[in-house]
Protein backbone atom coordinates (compact mmCIF):
# COMPACT_ATOMS: atom_id res chain seq x y z
CA UNK A 1 0.00 0.00 0.00
CA UNK A 2 1.31 3.67 -0.88
CA UNK A 3 2.23 5.44 2.20
CA UNK A 4 -1.13 8.28 1.67
CA UNK A 5 -3.54 6.53 -0.34
CA UNK A 6 -5.77 6.91 3.20
CA UNK A 7 -3.74 8.80 5.73
CA UNK A 8 -4.20 11.89 6.46
CA UNK A 9 -2.43 14.73 5.70
CA UNK A 10 1.51 14.22 3.96
CA UNK A 11 2.82 13.98 7.04
CA UNK A 12 6.23 12.47 7.10
CA UNK A 13 5.99 8.92 7.76
CA UNK A 14 8.37 8.61 10.05
CA UNK A 15 9.29 8.10 14.05
CA UNK A 16 11.46 11.63 15.33
CA UNK A 17 12.44 12.16 18.80
CA UNK A 18 13.67 15.82 18.96
CA UNK A 19 12.84 16.26 23.17
CA UNK A 20 12.55 13.87 25.43
CA UNK A 21 8.93 12.61 26.18
CA UNK A 22 6.90 14.33 26.87
CA UNK A 23 8.80 17.39 25.76
CA UNK A 24 9.08 21.09 27.83
CA UNK A 25 6.14 22.45 25.61
CA UNK A 26 3.80 19.21 26.76
CA UNK A 27 4.65 19.56 30.01
CA UNK A 28 3.75 23.07 30.12
CA UNK A 29 0.20 22.07 28.52
CA UNK A 30 -0.17 19.40 30.80
CA UNK A 31 0.65 21.85 33.89
CA UNK A 32 -2.31 23.94 32.56
CA UNK A 33 -4.51 20.67 32.34
CA UNK A 34 -3.87 19.95 35.83
CA UNK A 35 -5.27 23.48 36.61
CA UNK A 36 -8.07 23.49 34.87
CA UNK A 37 -9.98 20.11 34.17
CA UNK A 38 -10.20 17.11 36.96
CA UNK A 39 -8.35 15.02 37.98
CA UNK A 40 -10.62 12.09 37.11
CA UNK A 41 -9.70 12.66 33.35
CA UNK A 42 -6.41 10.35 33.33
CA UNK A 43 -4.02 11.15 30.78
CA UNK A 44 -2.17 7.78 29.24
CA UNK A 45 0.77 10.24 27.43
CA UNK A 46 0.82 13.46 27.95
CA UNK A 47 2.33 14.50 24.68
CA UNK A 48 -0.20 17.61 23.46
CA UNK A 49 -0.93 16.88 19.46
CA UNK A 50 -1.12 19.36 16.71
CA UNK A 51 -0.78 16.51 13.76
CA UNK A 52 -2.04 13.33 13.13
CA UNK A 53 -1.66 10.91 10.01
CA UNK A 54 -0.97 8.32 8.00
CA UNK A 55 0.68 6.25 11.21
CA UNK A 56 1.96 9.19 12.86
CA UNK A 57 0.90 11.42 15.74
CA UNK A 58 2.92 14.85 15.85
CA UNK A 59 3.15 16.57 19.49
CA UNK A 60 3.93 20.24 19.97
CA UNK A 61 7.30 19.71 20.39
CA UNK A 62 7.63 18.30 17.18
CA UNK A 63 8.17 14.45 17.99
CA UNK A 64 6.58 12.06 15.55
CA UNK A 65 5.06 9.70 17.46
CA UNK A 66 4.25 5.54 15.98
CA UNK A 67 0.58 5.40 16.54
CA UNK A 68 -0.37 2.08 17.87
CA UNK A 69 -3.63 3.24 19.43
CA UNK A 70 -5.41 5.12 17.04
CA UNK A 71 -7.52 7.30 19.86
CA UNK A 72 -8.65 3.86 20.94
CA UNK A 73 -9.72 1.94 18.10
CA UNK A 74 -11.22 5.32 16.29
CA UNK A 75 -9.11 6.36 13.75
CA UNK A 76 -9.39 3.01 11.37
CA UNK A 77 -8.76 4.74 8.46
CA UNK A 78 -6.24 7.35 9.71
CA UNK A 79 -6.06 10.67 11.05
CA UNK A 80 -7.44 13.35 9.09
CA UNK A 81 -8.01 10.97 6.37
CA UNK A 82 -8.33 12.85 3.17
CA UNK A 83 -12.27 11.58 2.04
CA UNK A 84 -13.39 12.15 5.45
CA UNK A 85 -11.34 15.50 6.04
CA UNK A 86 -13.03 16.58 2.76
CA UNK A 87 -16.70 15.54 3.66
CA UNK A 88 -16.20 17.07 7.17
CA UNK A 89 -15.34 20.69 5.34
CA UNK A 90 -17.81 20.25 3.09
CA UNK A 91 -20.78 19.54 5.07
CA UNK A 92 -19.55 22.49 7.94
CA UNK A 93 -20.26 24.88 4.84
CA UNK A 94 -23.30 23.47 4.26
CA UNK A 95 -24.99 23.42 7.09
CA UNK A 96 -24.39 22.07 11.10
CA UNK A 97 -26.93 21.09 12.30
CA UNK A 98 -30.78 21.02 12.15
CA UNK A 99 -31.40 18.13 14.60
CA UNK A 100 -32.59 14.97 12.72
CA UNK A 101 -35.86 15.01 14.82
CA UNK A 102 -37.02 18.27 13.43
CA UNK A 103 -35.69 18.79 9.65
CA UNK A 104 -33.88 16.05 8.70
CA UNK A 105 -31.08 15.23 6.02
CA UNK A 106 -30.06 12.84 3.62
CA UNK A 107 -26.58 11.86 5.24
CA UNK A 108 -28.81 10.43 8.03
CA UNK A 109 -30.96 8.38 6.14
CA UNK A 110 -27.49 6.97 4.01
CA UNK A 111 -25.55 6.27 7.23
CA UNK A 112 -28.87 4.03 7.74
CA UNK A 113 -28.68 2.01 4.44
CA UNK A 114 -25.08 1.51 4.98
CA UNK A 115 -24.88 0.33 7.98
CA UNK A 116 -28.27 -1.69 7.63
CA UNK A 117 -26.38 -3.33 3.72
CA UNK A 118 -22.69 -3.67 5.49
CA UNK A 119 -23.69 -5.44 9.38
CA UNK A 120 -24.44 -9.27 9.39
CA UNK A 121 -27.28 -10.76 7.97
CA UNK A 122 -29.84 -10.01 4.79
CA UNK A 123 -32.59 -9.28 6.94
CA UNK A 124 -34.77 -6.59 6.70
CA UNK A 125 -32.99 -4.09 9.31
CA UNK A 126 -33.50 -0.48 10.66
CA UNK A 127 -30.42 2.02 12.09
CA UNK A 128 -30.81 4.70 14.29
CA UNK A 129 -27.53 7.14 14.98
CA UNK A 130 -26.49 8.56 18.38
CA UNK A 131 -23.06 9.92 19.18
CA UNK A 132 -20.94 7.69 21.87
CA UNK A 133 -21.01 4.18 22.35
CA UNK A 134 -22.72 3.86 25.64
CA UNK A 135 -25.14 5.77 24.32
CA UNK A 136 -26.09 3.11 21.36
CA UNK A 137 -25.62 0.26 24.27
CA UNK A 138 -28.28 2.10 26.27
CA UNK A 139 -30.68 2.55 23.01
CA UNK A 140 -30.30 -1.40 22.23
CA UNK A 141 -31.25 -2.07 26.10
CA UNK A 142 -34.14 0.55 25.56
CA UNK A 143 -34.95 -1.23 22.15
CA UNK A 144 -35.02 -5.01 23.39
CA UNK A 145 -36.83 -4.16 26.71
CA UNK A 146 -39.99 -2.24 24.77
CA UNK A 147 -39.57 -5.52 22.16
CA UNK A 148 -39.78 -8.41 24.13
CA UNK A 149 -41.67 -6.69 26.91
CA UNK A 150 -39.14 -7.89 29.74
CA UNK A 151 -36.47 -6.39 31.74
CA UNK A 152 -33.12 -8.40 32.21
CA UNK A 153 -29.82 -7.67 30.58
CA UNK A 154 -27.27 -10.23 30.94
CA UNK A 155 -23.65 -9.32 29.99
CA UNK A 156 -20.47 -10.72 30.75
CA UNK A 157 -17.28 -11.19 32.73
CA UNK A 158 -14.53 -8.52 31.70
CA UNK A 159 -17.20 -6.69 29.53
CA UNK A 160 -17.26 -2.48 28.69
CA UNK A 161 -19.59 -1.23 27.71
CA UNK A 162 -19.37 2.59 28.60
CA UNK A 163 -19.72 4.84 31.72
CA UNK A 164 -23.06 5.89 32.10
CA UNK A 165 -25.12 4.98 34.71
CA UNK A 166 -26.69 1.64 32.78
CA UNK A 167 -23.12 1.03 30.90
CA UNK A 168 -21.60 1.43 33.91
CA UNK A 169 -23.33 -1.38 35.64
CA UNK A 170 -23.52 -3.56 32.15
CA UNK A 171 -19.44 -3.01 32.58
CA UNK A 172 -17.30 -5.41 34.73
CA UNK A 173 -14.63 -3.36 36.20
CA UNK A 174 -14.79 -1.60 39.56
CA UNK A 175 -10.86 0.17 39.14
CA UNK A 176 -11.99 3.07 37.17
CA UNK A 177 -14.73 2.38 35.76
CA UNK A 178 -17.34 2.30 38.33
CA UNK A 179 -15.66 2.81 42.34
CA UNK A 180 -17.76 5.17 43.97
CA UNK A 181 -20.17 6.15 41.20
CA UNK A 182 -23.28 3.39 42.54
CA UNK A 183 -25.51 3.00 42.74
CA UNK A 184 -26.32 1.54 39.80
CA UNK A 185 -29.41 0.45 37.35
CA UNK A 186 -30.70 -2.55 38.18
CA UNK A 187 -31.83 -5.46 36.25
CA UNK A 188 -27.86 -6.10 35.18
CA UNK A 189 -26.92 -9.76 35.76
CA UNK A 190 -23.44 -11.08 34.43
CA UNK A 191 -22.24 -14.65 33.22
CA UNK A 192 -18.86 -16.29 32.49
CA UNK A 193 -17.60 -15.69 29.65
CA UNK A 194 -15.27 -18.31 27.52
CA UNK A 195 -11.80 -16.64 28.22
CA UNK A 196 -9.17 -19.50 26.40
CA UNK A 197 -6.28 -18.86 27.62
CA UNK A 198 -7.53 -19.00 31.50
CA UNK A 199 -10.10 -21.60 31.28
CA UNK A 200 -8.15 -24.52 29.27
CA UNK A 201 -9.60 -26.96 27.73
CA UNK A 202 -12.91 -25.36 27.95
CA UNK A 203 -14.04 -25.39 23.99
CA UNK A 204 -16.65 -22.55 22.75
CA UNK A 205 -19.91 -24.58 23.51
CA UNK A 206 -19.08 -25.91 26.50
CA UNK A 207 -18.31 -22.19 28.02
CA UNK A 208 -21.76 -20.80 26.40
CA UNK A 209 -23.51 -23.49 27.90
CA UNK A 210 -21.74 -22.87 31.19
CA UNK A 211 -23.30 -19.33 30.38
CA UNK A 212 -26.65 -20.28 29.88
CA UNK A 213 -27.06 -22.13 33.00
CA UNK A 214 -26.18 -19.38 35.05
CA UNK A 215 -28.73 -17.11 33.40
CA UNK A 216 -31.35 -20.03 33.30
CA UNK A 217 -31.02 -20.56 37.21
CA UNK A 218 -30.19 -17.09 37.79
CA UNK A 219 -32.38 -14.73 35.63
CA UNK A 220 -34.59 -17.12 33.80
CA UNK A 221 -35.04 -16.77 30.09
CA UNK A 222 -38.96 -15.74 30.68
CA UNK A 223 -37.46 -12.51 32.30
CA UNK A 224 -34.39 -12.07 30.05
CA UNK A 225 -34.60 -9.24 27.21
CA UNK A 226 -31.42 -9.21 25.82
CA UNK A 227 -27.77 -10.44 26.26
CA UNK A 228 -25.00 -7.98 25.24
CA UNK A 229 -21.80 -9.45 24.92
CA UNK A 230 -18.50 -7.79 22.53
CA UNK A 231 -17.52 -10.84 20.04
CA UNK A 232 -13.94 -9.81 21.05
CA UNK A 233 -13.40 -8.19 24.00
CA UNK A 234 -12.23 -4.24 24.09
CA UNK A 235 -10.83 -2.90 27.41
CA UNK A 236 -11.55 -6.54 29.22
CA UNK A 237 -8.38 -8.05 27.36
CA UNK A 238 -9.02 -8.66 24.00
CA UNK A 239 -10.42 -12.30 24.89
CA UNK A 240 -11.29 -13.68 21.61
CA UNK A 241 -13.71 -16.37 22.94
CA UNK A 242 -13.17 -20.08 21.89
CA UNK A 243 -14.94 -20.88 18.13
CA UNK A 244 -18.58 -22.51 18.89
CA UNK A 245 -19.38 -19.93 21.95
CA UNK A 246 -21.19 -17.10 20.33
CA UNK A 247 -22.94 -19.48 17.70
CA UNK A 248 -24.35 -21.24 20.68
CA UNK A 249 -25.53 -18.40 22.48
CA UNK A 250 -26.97 -17.02 19.50
CA UNK A 251 -29.35 -20.03 19.50
CA UNK A 252 -30.25 -20.26 22.81
CA UNK A 253 -30.94 -16.66 22.23
CA UNK A 254 -33.57 -17.60 19.56
CA UNK A 255 -34.59 -20.47 20.90
CA UNK A 256 -35.74 -18.33 23.71
CA UNK A 257 -37.00 -15.25 22.11
CA UNK A 258 -34.20 -13.29 24.27
CA UNK A 259 -32.08 -10.81 22.07
CA UNK A 260 -28.97 -10.94 20.71
CA UNK A 261 -26.85 -7.62 21.03
CA UNK A 262 -23.15 -7.65 19.56
CA UNK A 263 -21.37 -4.30 21.35
CA UNK A 264 -19.31 -4.08 18.20
CA UNK A 265 -18.44 -0.52 19.24
CA UNK A 266 -14.50 -1.26 19.63
CA UNK A 267 -14.49 -4.70 16.59
CA UNK A 268 -16.21 -3.04 14.19
CA UNK A 269 -15.80 -1.52 10.57
CA UNK A 270 -12.58 -3.42 9.31
CA UNK A 271 -10.68 -3.52 12.43
CA UNK A 272 -10.60 -7.20 12.79
CA UNK A 273 -9.97 -7.76 9.31
CA UNK A 274 -13.83 -8.72 8.55
CA UNK A 275 -16.03 -6.01 8.46
CA UNK A 276 -17.90 -6.71 11.69
CA UNK A 277 -16.61 -9.10 14.25
CA UNK A 278 -19.36 -11.18 14.09
CA UNK A 279 -18.36 -12.37 10.65
CA UNK A 280 -15.31 -14.36 11.51
CA UNK A 281 -17.79 -17.02 12.64
CA UNK A 282 -21.17 -16.41 10.69
CA UNK A 283 -22.68 -15.29 13.97
CA UNK A 284 -25.98 -12.97 12.92
CA UNK A 285 -26.84 -10.94 16.02
CA UNK A 286 -30.45 -9.13 16.42
CA UNK A 287 -29.37 -5.81 17.12
CA UNK A 288 -25.55 -4.48 16.73
CA UNK A 289 -24.17 -1.43 18.10
CA UNK A 290 -21.42 0.43 16.80
CA UNK A 291 -19.14 3.64 17.35
CA UNK A 292 -15.98 3.96 17.22
CA UNK A 293 -14.39 3.33 13.90
CA UNK A 294 -17.40 4.52 12.48
CA UNK A 295 -16.92 8.29 11.42
CA UNK A 296 -13.21 8.53 11.65
CA UNK A 297 -13.21 10.58 15.19
CA UNK A 298 -16.29 12.28 14.72
CA UNK A 299 -18.77 11.30 17.34
CA UNK A 300 -21.07 9.12 15.68
CA UNK A 301 -22.68 5.90 17.12
CA UNK A 302 -25.55 3.63 15.52
CA UNK A 303 -27.70 0.40 16.40
CA UNK A 304 -28.30 -1.71 13.32
CA UNK A 305 -31.19 -4.40 13.80
CA UNK A 306 -33.95 -6.46 12.82
CA UNK A 307 -37.12 -4.46 11.64
CA UNK A 308 -39.51 -5.87 13.88
CA UNK A 309 -37.15 -5.09 17.20
CA UNK A 310 -35.97 -1.89 16.14
CA UNK A 311 -39.42 -0.48 15.65
CA UNK A 312 -40.66 -1.92 19.01
CA UNK A 313 -40.54 1.34 20.79
CA UNK A 314 -43.01 4.24 20.26
CA UNK A 315 -43.00 7.39 17.57
CA UNK A 316 -40.63 10.00 19.58
CA UNK A 317 -39.50 7.01 21.67
CA UNK A 318 -35.58 7.06 20.07
CA UNK A 319 -33.89 10.32 19.48
CA UNK A 320 -31.56 13.03 20.85
CA UNK A 321 -30.75 16.23 20.09
CA UNK A 322 -27.08 15.98 17.98
CA UNK A 323 -27.84 11.85 17.28
CA UNK A 324 -26.70 11.52 13.24
CA UNK A 325 -25.37 15.20 13.39
CA UNK A 326 -24.75 15.93 9.55
CA UNK A 327 -21.53 16.16 10.09
CA UNK A 328 -20.49 13.45 11.99
CA UNK A 329 -22.68 11.37 8.95
CA UNK A 330 -20.84 13.23 6.14
CA UNK A 331 -17.54 11.44 7.78
CA UNK A 332 -18.75 8.12 8.83
CA UNK A 333 -19.65 8.21 4.81
CA UNK A 334 -16.41 8.93 3.80
CA UNK A 335 -14.80 6.08 6.12
CA UNK A 336 -17.36 3.49 4.34
CA UNK A 337 -16.32 4.58 1.24
CA UNK A 338 -12.29 4.94 2.09
CA UNK A 339 -12.94 1.00 3.70
CA UNK A 340 -14.35 -0.46 0.25
CA UNK A 341 -11.86 1.69 -1.92
CA UNK A 342 -8.73 1.17 -0.38
CA UNK A 343 -9.81 -2.20 0.67
CA UNK A 344 -8.68 -1.62 4.23
CA UNK A 345 -10.60 -5.15 5.52
CA UNK A 346 -7.67 -6.91 3.81
CA UNK A 347 -5.19 -4.52 5.50
CA UNK A 348 -6.33 -4.99 8.75
CA UNK A 349 -5.69 -9.03 7.92
CA UNK A 350 -2.42 -8.19 6.88
CA UNK A 351 -1.55 -5.78 9.85
CA UNK A 352 -2.71 -8.59 12.33
CA UNK A 353 -0.45 -11.46 10.32
CA UNK A 354 2.67 -9.02 10.62
CA UNK A 355 1.86 -8.61 14.48
CA UNK A 356 1.40 -11.92 15.04
CA UNK A 357 4.21 -13.23 13.08
CA UNK A 358 6.26 -10.75 14.84
CA UNK A 359 5.31 -11.30 18.37
CA UNK A 360 5.51 -14.93 18.52
CA UNK A 361 9.05 -14.31 17.29
CA UNK A 362 10.28 -12.72 20.74
CA UNK A 363 10.02 -16.31 22.44
CA UNK A 364 9.72 -14.31 25.70
CA UNK A 365 8.63 -16.40 28.14
CA UNK A 366 6.27 -13.52 30.00
CA UNK A 367 4.56 -13.15 26.70
CA UNK A 368 1.48 -15.99 27.94
CA UNK A 369 -0.70 -15.19 25.32
CA UNK A 370 -0.81 -13.18 21.62
CA UNK A 371 -4.40 -12.92 20.55
CA UNK A 372 -6.97 -11.16 18.40
CA UNK A 373 -8.01 -10.85 15.09
CA UNK A 374 -6.66 -8.28 12.42
CA UNK A 375 -5.26 -5.00 13.59
CA UNK A 376 -6.94 -5.85 17.10
CA UNK A 377 -4.08 -7.41 18.58
CA UNK A 378 -3.04 -7.94 22.12
CA UNK A 379 -0.14 -9.68 24.40
CA UNK A 380 -0.91 -10.75 28.03
CA UNK A 381 1.82 -10.70 30.35
CA UNK A 382 2.49 -13.22 32.99
CA UNK A 383 5.15 -13.70 35.37
CA UNK A 384 7.16 -16.02 34.02
CA UNK A 385 6.60 -20.39 33.88
CA UNK A 386 2.80 -19.26 35.59
CA UNK A 387 -0.21 -17.32 34.47
CA UNK A 388 0.25 -14.91 37.30
CA UNK A 389 -1.09 -11.70 35.63
CA UNK A 390 2.01 -9.26 34.95
CA UNK A 391 0.72 -5.55 35.51
CA UNK A 392 3.66 -4.00 36.32
CA UNK A 393 6.04 -5.27 33.69
CA UNK A 394 3.06 -4.39 31.69
CA UNK A 395 3.09 -0.96 32.85
CA UNK A 396 6.80 -0.55 32.22
CA UNK A 397 6.64 -1.83 28.77
CA UNK A 398 4.33 0.64 27.56
CA UNK A 399 5.70 3.63 29.70
CA UNK A 400 9.57 2.32 28.09
CA UNK A 401 7.53 2.48 24.68
CA UNK A 402 5.82 5.88 25.46
CA UNK A 403 9.72 7.35 25.85
CA UNK A 404 10.60 5.96 22.55
CA UNK A 405 7.81 7.70 20.83
CA UNK A 406 5.66 4.49 20.68
CA UNK A 407 2.19 5.13 21.26
CA UNK A 408 0.73 1.56 23.12
CA UNK A 409 -2.63 1.13 25.34
CA UNK A 410 -2.95 -1.20 28.35
CA UNK A 411 -5.94 -3.12 28.77
CA UNK A 412 -7.69 -6.03 30.64
CA UNK A 413 -9.36 -6.69 34.12
CA UNK A 414 -5.99 -7.61 35.93
CA UNK A 415 -3.98 -4.37 33.93
CA UNK A 416 -1.82 -6.64 32.44
CA UNK A 417 -2.63 -6.86 28.65
CA UNK A 418 -0.80 -4.86 26.06
CA UNK A 419 -2.83 -4.04 23.56
CA UNK A 420 -2.59 -2.71 19.59
CA UNK A 421 -4.55 -1.01 17.40
CA UNK A 422 -2.96 0.73 14.10
CA UNK A 423 -4.51 2.87 11.76
CA UNK A 424 -5.31 0.76 8.79
CA UNK A 425 -3.39 3.97 7.01
CA UNK A 426 0.00 2.75 8.90
CA UNK A 427 2.97 2.22 6.16
CA UNK A 428 5.00 -1.25 6.42
CA UNK A 429 7.69 0.39 7.62
CA UNK A 430 6.22 2.23 10.64
CA UNK A 431 4.59 -1.14 11.72
CA UNK A 432 7.80 -2.68 11.53
CA UNK A 433 9.43 -0.19 13.27
CA UNK A 434 6.83 -0.28 16.03
CA UNK A 435 7.19 -4.02 16.48
CA UNK A 436 11.52 -3.58 16.33
CA UNK A 437 11.06 -0.83 19.20
CA UNK A 438 8.95 -3.45 21.09
CA UNK A 439 11.18 -6.28 20.72
CA UNK A 440 14.34 -4.20 21.97
CA UNK A 441 12.26 -2.93 24.80
CA UNK A 442 11.73 -6.55 25.90
CA UNK A 443 15.04 -7.28 25.90
CA UNK A 444 16.23 -4.63 28.39
CA UNK A 445 13.63 -4.95 30.78
CA UNK A 446 15.01 -8.38 32.24
C1 LIG B 1 -15.52 2.25 23.96
C2 LIG B 1 -16.58 1.23 24.10
C3 LIG B 1 -17.88 1.56 24.52
C4 LIG B 1 -18.25 2.95 24.95
O1 LIG B 1 -18.13 3.88 23.90
P1 LIG B 1 -18.07 5.46 24.24
O2 LIG B 1 -18.14 6.09 22.89
O3 LIG B 1 -16.80 5.69 24.96
O4 LIG B 1 -19.27 5.73 25.08
C5 LIG B 1 -18.84 0.57 24.56
N1 LIG B 1 -18.53 -0.69 24.22
C6 LIG B 1 -17.31 -1.05 23.80
C7 LIG B 1 -17.05 -2.47 23.40
C8 LIG B 1 -16.28 -0.11 23.74
O5 LIG B 1 -15.06 -0.47 23.36
Known sequence: MSEHTTGGPALPQERRLVTSIPGPKSQELQRRKSASVPTGVGTTLPVYTVAAGGGVIVDVDDNSLIDFGS??????????SPRVAAAVAEQAQAFTHTCFMVTPYDAYVRVAEALNRLTPGTHDKRTVLFNSGAEAVENAVKIARTHTKRQAVVVFDHAYHGRTNLTMAMTSKNMPYKSGFGPFASEVYRAPLSYPYRDHGVDGPTAARRAIDTIEKQIGADNLAALVIEPIQGEGGFIVPADG?????VEWCRANGVVFVADEVQTGFARTG??????????VPDLIVTAKGIAGGLPLSAVTGRAEIMDAPHVGGLGGTYGGNPIAC??????IETIEQDGLVDRARNIGKTMVERLQSFGDARIGDIRGRGAMIAVELVKTGTTEPDA???KAVAAAAHQQGLVVLTCGTYGNV???????????HLLVEGLDVLEQIFKDLR
Open 274 to 283: EMFACDHEGV
Open 392 to 394: DLT
Open 71 to 80: GIAVTTVGNS
Open 330 to 335: AAALAV
Open 245 to 249: FLGTL
Open 418 to 428: LRFLPPLSMPD
